[in-house]
């Protein structure tokens, strides 16, 4: 599975999420995909960034623990 075709399946999960919530409104499909592409790029951008803290945070301990063992 490519990471687009997940992508592009979740966008639209969300997109016909937001269509369902405001009724069904006709012709306004474009604009509940891009809502839905912004509700997605949000959500990958922020489990990113915290991925990415954590892992930071993991290294900083590990150079911490490290450090204290060249000094006893």
Not at 17 to 29: T, V
């Amino acid at each position: 599975m490519s990471h687009l075709g997940k992508a592009e399946r979740e966008i639209r999960k969300i997109a016909y999420a937001l269509w369902m919530e405001e009724g069904q409104p006709e012709g306004r499909d474009h604009e509940h995909w891009e809502a839905a592409k912004a509700i997605w790029t949000f959500r990958n951008r922020s489990e990113e960034i915290v991925d990415h803290g954590a892992e930071d945070e993991l290294k900083g301990e590990r150079a911490r623990r490290r450090e204290q063992e060249w000094l006893s």
